[in-house]
């Protein structure tokens, strides 16, 4: 089934440079650097939605950035349905833009704070559709509040008269707009209160369900992993240390870090 | 555990605290009452906003007044209501009674000290420690809370440290005196999951060592579910439900507590979709009689707004603010 495919990632390494200290300089010593992604190979197809585990600082927003064309590639690369990703083309970002979308974390920062929500749709939706008039325009906004389950008499608001998981469905929202082919989630409920992320939880499950959207979703907790994905890949310092399906690797992790991380989970008594 | 009336540490009756934010009055807690016994670890859970940091704040009065008011209650301890206790005697409760760990280790360390000065900082100033001495004991504190190489790390800044290392700091912090009680406000939600683990065993090691008593607040059920012997819920400002661990997963007798328990992802369960609540929270400005959960709550009607509802133990040690707790259907 290589046809399934929709994003192939090959080797890919990412470095930032380390700030250099006096010391460094002095001694003229050449540029430090910090390998963020070390190698990553993963792949992703139509429709499923893969889990990226791992703790803070281990790469798992800076492969996200890295497919929206913000991170610098230091070595490796990125296939789109078995085509090169040229990151260095400038034209690159409308199609970056077209095909991926991101919901970040938070849902207080990531929106603009000037903008109601009906501006913060509008601005998307004439960015990737310029020929459509007024009407399609909100017809379409519409459309895709009562898809993320907003109450469409909201949309004059602006971010800071919203709660938490309305920002956080609108962000959704927009992402959905472009009509993307992936989405990529950087822990969308991380932020959010446990009977506010339940519903957000079940929101992107039934989009995956209903419009066959494939997905990245980062976490770093396994309880809600396992709950939103078949396939789960761990990642340590850079690299993807585990790779699997999630029953093989919940029951029978095979790396240390994978058994340390499911043994540290909080579970319920029952 | 011993739940006689004379193992009673702390006693919080009737509390509540009001904030004045922008002309609005929003009631952070209200009427709530609670003991905390010797030895026990009393966990405390809720969303953001329902009043978990106000209550543990307030039990060492250290909201500042103005914009918080207390507007009714006591706390006991000792047989002294520390609600109207002088600054001064406040200050020895503070340092040598009762201590408070905070949910963020960066934000809780000034950043142009070395940790082991602010380690030491407090340290009972009567037993008069020399500079020396005080080292001494402070690098002995860091190797309880299990730092590894304290005499180096003794003379290091907050930014060479990593958060879960600046929270066993900040534990150590809180333990110099040993105080009786030890409130510990969300410790684990800004670290990972696997240092999580660690800093609760350092923490529940501590508290069975000392035989201190401790108040855990957090927002993850599961985290309170494997370290409290009791456990309150909280919701908009009040009290909904407190029972032991065990009583309360096996037959929670608050809606509010059944649509917790429901909303968790499980390991190794196959759940399809989860039980998600429905509505959100909302902030309360009012005093109300009925129980703040009745607008998303899916077995209310219209009785739940006519019934002046009181804390009530419907089963021994398990009490509930719910008014009709027999219509809750919850299956496990």
């Not at chain 1, 990529?184 to 939880?201: G, K, M, N, R, Y």
């Not at chain 2, 918080?68 to 340092?95: C, P, Q, V, W």
Request: proline share 4%.
């Amino acid at each position: 089934m290589k046809s399934n495919i929709l994003l192939q990632i090959k080797n890919l390494t990412v470095e930032f440079s380390k700030d250099k200290s006096l010391f460094d300089i002095f001694k003229g010593n050449s540029k430090k650097t910090l390998k963020a992604i070390n190698g990553v190979d993963l792949s992703l197809s139509k429709g499923e939605i893969l889990g990226l585990v791992g703790e803070s600082g281990s790469g798992k927003s800076s492969l996200i950035k890295t497919i929206v064309g913000i991170n610098k590639i230091k070595d490796g690369k990125i296939l789109y349905l078995g085509k090169e990703i040229d990151y260095k083309n400038r034209k690159i970002k409308k199609f970056l833009s077209k095909k991926f979308q991101v919901v970040f974390q938070d849902p207080y920062s990531s929106l603009n704070p000037s903008m109601t929500v009906f501006a913060t749709l509008k601005e998307v939706i004439k960015f990737h559709n310029s020929e459509l008039d007024y009407k399609a325009v909100y017809e379409k906004m519409i459309s895709l509040l009562t898809m993320v389950g907003f109450n469409k008499d909201l949309i004059y608001r602006k971010p800071k008269s919203l709660s938490g998981g309305q920002r956080q469905r609108i962000g959704i929202a927009r992402a959905l707009a472009v009509e993307p082919e992936i989405l990529l989630l950087d822990e969308p409920v991380t932020a959010l209160d446990v009977s506010i992320q339940a519903q957000i939880l079940n929101l992107l499950k039934d989009l995956n369900e209903k419009l066959n959207l494939t997905m990245l979703f980062v976490a770093h907790e396994l309880s809600i992993i396992e709950f939103m994905c078949e396939k789960v890949a761990v990642m340590y310092l850079g690299e993807i240390v585990e790779f699997g399906n999630k029953n093989e690797i919940f029951r029978n992790p095979k790396h240390p870090y994978t058994k340390k991380l499911i043994e540290s989970i909080p579970k319920l008594p029952f | 555990m011993n739940m006689s009336a004379n193992s009673k540490i702390l006693s919080i009756n009737n509390l509540s605290v009001s904030f004045d934010v922008d002309k609005n009055k929003i009631i952070a807690n209200q009427n709530i009452s609670l003991n905390l016994n010797e030895g026990e670890v009393l966990g405390i859970v809720g969303e953001s906003g329902s009043g978990k940091t106000v209550l543990c704040k307030s039990i060492i009065k250290l909201l500042p007044t103005p914009p918080a008011k207390y507007l009714s209650g006591e706390i006991m301890y000792n047989d002294k209501n520390i609600l109207t206790l002088s600054d001064e005697a406040l200050r020895e409760i503070r340092k040598k009674e009762i201590a408070m760990i905070f949910q963020n280790p960066m934000s809780s360390f000034n950043p142009v000290r070395t940790v082991g000065s602010q380690v030491v900082e407090n340290l009972d100033l009567k037993k008069k420690f020399s500079k020396k001495e005080a080292k001494f004991f402070g690098i002995d504190l860091l190797n309880k809370v299990g730092i590894h190489s304290p005499e180096t790390r003794y003379d290091e800044y907050p930014h060479q440290w990593s958060g879960g290392m600046l929270q066993r700091a900040a534990i150590a912090m809180a333990i110099r005196n040993n105080p009786k009680i030890l409130l510990a406000d969300e410790p684990t939600t800004a670290l990972d999951v696997t240092i999580q683990a660690q800093i609760l065993s350092l923490l529940l090691g501590i508290q069975k060592k000392n035989n201190m008593s401790m108040i855990l607040v957090s927002h993850d059920l599961a985290v309170v579910a494997e370290t409290c012997d009791r456990i309150g819920v909280m919701y908009a400002g009040k009290l909904v439900e407190i029972a032991n661990t065990q009583d309360l997963f096996k037959r929670p007798q608050h809606p509010y507590t059944v649509g917790l328990i429901n909303s968790i992802p499980r390991i190794n369960s196959n759940q399809k979709r989860l039980k998600s609540i429905a509505g959100t929270l909302k902030s309360v400005s009012s005093h109300t009689n009925f129980c703040p959960f009745v607008e998303r709550c899916e077995y209310s009607n219209q009785d739940c707004y006519n019934k002046n509802v009181l804390f009530k133990e419907v089963q021994k040690n398990h009490f509930t603010l719910c008014p009709y707790p027999e219509r809750i259907i919850f299956n496990n």
